[in-house]
């Protein structure tokens, strides 16, 4: 009776076995895995959310996530994610423009200086990526639309401020997971 409950509860809980398994044949991988599926996954909330409420509140994640992929992989893979998931997010949001592009573009010149500033580390790299995007968005605003500018220094506040507490508190950990 002992083996058929236990050959029973492995029938029922068949997905633990499975998931060992694979943390045994591919380790790391399949954490790199999972990390970029939680990467996606949590931009794309930030974006339906940006949908639902109908306002930038400043809250993206591509700065923090393109800047951690340039670090780990490279500046061609920072620069394919931003550019996906910028692209990703404006389709979510039913919002193309020729900011998009520009918004494309500010994030691969980011993620090449990036490459350069690596050797400062994960913060110092992404208060840089940071304060770029930021400040290159904001100028590019006043070019294309000056009376925009004043409405979008809140937004860029809390995205400096959140970025900054990203990279300080979760910048090394989720470098050392890829």
Do not use: D
Request: a positive charge; glycine letters at 6%.
């Amino acid at each position: 009776m002992a083996k058929k409950s236990i050959s029973e509860a492995l029938k029922k809980r068949w997905y633990i076995i499975l998931l060992l398994i694979l943390v045994l044949l591919f380790g790391k991988k399949l954490l790199v895995l999972g990390a970029f599926v939680f990467i996606v996954t949590t931009t794309l909330i930030v974006a339906a959310h940006r949908l639902l409420l109908q306002t930038s509140l400043g809250l993206e994640l591509v700065t923090f996530y393109s800047t951690v992929l340039t670090l780990a992989y490279g500046p061609v893979v920072g620069i394919l994610f931003a550019v996906t998931l910028t692209f990703t997010t404006h389709m979510i949001n039913k919002n193309f423009c020729i900011f998009l592009l520009i918004k494309c573009l500010v994030y691969s010149i980011t993620c090449v200086i990036v490459s350069f500033v690596s050797p400062l580390g994960i913060v110092v790299a992404g208060i840089i990526a940071t304060l770029v995007r930021n400040a290159s968005l904001l100028l590019i605003t006043y070019a294309m639309n000056p009376g925009r500018v004043m409405a979008e220094i809140p937004s860029t506040g809390i995205n400096i401020a959140l970025n900054l507490i990203l990279f300080m508190r979760f910048g090394h950990g989720l470098l050392a997971l890829l």
